[in-house]
């Protein structure tokens, strides 16, 4: 038998004192390694927008979005004048859209039966609250939750996006650097910790660089909820609600502030997932079209049933306006992965949602430097790279905001 090697010296070292310092290697590259993509200093904005993609999400015809425009810009009571870019052609800001869509509404304001850009929800409509879930590591969820908060938002809802995984990858996405830019108390944990420290929700949601789109950030402290929870269990007072019920309860504080709640939760079922499963109306549970992880959410799917039967039995309200796979990171040439999505299909129809994302190199390359599709500039691809990824990801966000005017009851 071959011997073997010499041991390096500091395998000696207490295993506590090696992991202590790989963390401490790692988290120092890793944070030049951020600074690199994105210094601190530089804020994180949006591309902008083309009359074409514009049109789509104001539901207009492109001429006669020229039209309007060219009569509101020329108008000097309203400070609106989208700039130019080559050809003539304007280029629309996110605060232009925004902008827009104010004044449209306004100038259709006592028609017979105006029509409505910004989207607000009306009284008798339910604010959505939306759980994108599964506890398969990698499945999309932050990836899922992302672009739907932004499309959401540029779509004219106001929407609110909460990163319940203590990882804060969605915060990270959003320009929000777990580690430097949130402090103590400034995750959702803040607002549902058990202890005299807790605070108001409103305090801790953040303005995105969108107009119309919040942010609740995460970091490791979502963990905490993780570890005092079975002691709370234990010393409950009777005039706080439960666990489970934390969530749901603090975000009806800011219920009237916004129409849609996109909720990214942790890859497990501990105690925040089981809180933001109360607080949803609607599911989302992302997944890859591979066996290892239609196995892995056979589990999850067996787990959550036992675990809401549990909340139902000590009286939660059943929310469930509905629940839908939306397969994830799909490649449509790959023949076991069809069979998959065909099994998937034929199991749960209807929950299934009709349109996949597919797998692009647009997404993954975007995530790599904190971007969303709507962030990246489309000349980092080949056009039909880019064209492909998002037509994907917005015909599965439109599906998504079609089951949402659903519910509403809206046509
Ligand atoms: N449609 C896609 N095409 C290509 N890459 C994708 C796509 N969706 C997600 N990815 C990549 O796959 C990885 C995992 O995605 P994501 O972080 O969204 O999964 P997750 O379920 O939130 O993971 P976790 O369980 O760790 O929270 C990321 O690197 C992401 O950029
Ligand atoms: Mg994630």
């Known amino acids: 038998m071959a011997k073997s090697k010499q041991a390096p010296s500091s395998n000696t070292d207490p295993l506590r004192a090696v992991i202590r310092r790989l963390s401490e290697t790692l ?36 001429g006669y979005l020229r039209t309007v425009v060219s009569d509101l810009a020329a108008r000097d009571d309203n400070d609106f004048n989208p700039a130019t870019g080559p050809g003539n052609r304007r280029v629309y800001t996110v605060e232009d859209i925004a902008k827009l869509r104010r004044l449209l509404d306004e100038s259709t304001r006592g028609a017979r039966s105006p029509r409505r850009y910004v989207q607000n929800r009306g009284p008798d409509e339910q604010l959505q609250i939306i759980a994108v879930m599964n506890f ?27 990163d319940l995984d203590p990882q804060a990858s969605l915060s990270a996405l959003f320009g929000t650097q777990p580690e430097l ?20 929700i409103q305090e801790i949601i953040r303005k995105t660089y969108i107009p119309g789109l ?30 489970f019920a934390r969530i749901e309860s603090v975000l009806s504080e800011v219920e009237s502030d916004y129409d849609v709640v996109v ?4 890859p497990q079922l501990g105690f925040l997932t089981m809180s933001a499963l109360t607080a949803a109306t609607s599911l989302m549970i992302t997944v890859h079209p591979q066996m290892l992880d239609v196995m ?13 039967d549990e909340i139902a039995s000590v009286g939660a309200a059943d929310r469930n ?48 430097t904190n971007q969303t599709l709507f962030e990246i500039e489309r000349g980092q691809f080949t056009r039909s790279t880019y064209d492909r990824a998002l037509e994907s990801m917005n015909n599965v966000n439109a599906e998504i905001e079609g089951l949402i005017k659903q519910v509403w009851g809206r046509s």
């Open 214 to 243: 919040d942010l609740i950030p995460g970091n490791i402290e979502l963990m905490e909820f993780e570890h005092d929870t079975p002691k709370a269990l234990l010393q409950r007072r009777s005039d706080e609600p439960i666990f």
């Open 136 to 162: 398969k590591g990698g499945s999309g969820k932050t990836t899922t939750s992302a672009h739907l908060a932004q499309y959401l938002a540029l779509r004219g809802y106001r929407v609110l996006a909460v």
């Open 27 to 62: 988290s120092s590259q890793l944070q030049a390694h951020q600074a690199r993509i994105f210094p601190p200093t530089a804020r994180k904005s949006i591309r902008t927008f083309t009359p074409a993609e514009v049109a789509k999400l104001l539901g207009l015809a492109e």
């Open 181 to 200: 830019d949130v402090g103590e108390n400034e995750t959702i944990y803040g607002a549902i910790r058990y202890d005299d420290e807790r605070r108001p």
């Open 296 to 308: 892995s959410m056979n589990q999850f799917l067996a787990m959550t049933s036992d675990l809401l």
């Open 263 to 266: 909720i990214d939760c942790p």
């Open 321 to 368: 306006n509905w629940m839908r796979f939306l397969i994830t990171r799909f490649e449509p040439t790959d023949g076991p992965q069809n069979q998959m999505v065909a099994l998937l299909r034929s199991m749960f129809d209807e929950h299934v949602m009709v349109n996949s994302m597919l797998k692009s190199t647009a997404i993954s390359d975007a995530g790599l």
